[in-house]
């Protein structure tokens, strides 16, 4: 069985705990650390596969945040959750491997389906990977 491992790493309180609540409801195994030492332990320990990621975390911005996890899994899915973002930070965050770039849901209905489709689009690739590491019995 694939662990669905979710990790969010914003540093907006209010936002994580939307975000949590949104895809524990959804079924999935939701980390909300409060510190980068937390993000990098869930990473170590292989139980996330999947990282929404605000534009700072724990002061650091994401573009030197980005590099760090990826050393830490070279097979992590990242998801950039931001509402505003400068192209030059967006071009940074493309170039060190990010998934996808969501926008950051508001409270209207419907403004997280964008991000719900993101993270089930990132865990499909993840689980996809998974598999064809697996060598098939023919």
Excluded at 7 to 27: C, K, P, V, W
Excluded at 94 to 121: M, T, W
């Amino acid at each position: 069985m694939n662990t669905q491992g979710l990790l969010i790493a914003d540093e907006d309180l209010a936002a994580r705990t939307q975000m949590a609540e949104l895809f524990s409801g959804a079924g999935y195994q939701v980390t909300v650390p409060s510190s980068v030492a937390g993000a990098l332990y869930g990473i170590l320990k292989k139980t996330v596969k999947v990282v929404l990621l605000s534009t700072r975390f724990d002061e650091l911005m994401a573009t030197e945040l980005i590099p760090l996890l990826k050393k830490c899994n070279r097979d992590l899915t990242i998801i950039l959750v931001a509402s505003e973002l400068p192209l030059t930070l967006l071009r940074q965050a493309r170039s060190a491997g990010i998934f996808y770039h969501a926008l950051k849901p508001g409270n209207a209905p419907g403004d997280d389906e964008e991000l719900r489709q993101a993270v089930k689009c990132a865990f499909e690739k993840a689980n996809q990977y998974d598999h064809s590491d697996v060598p098939s019995k023919d």
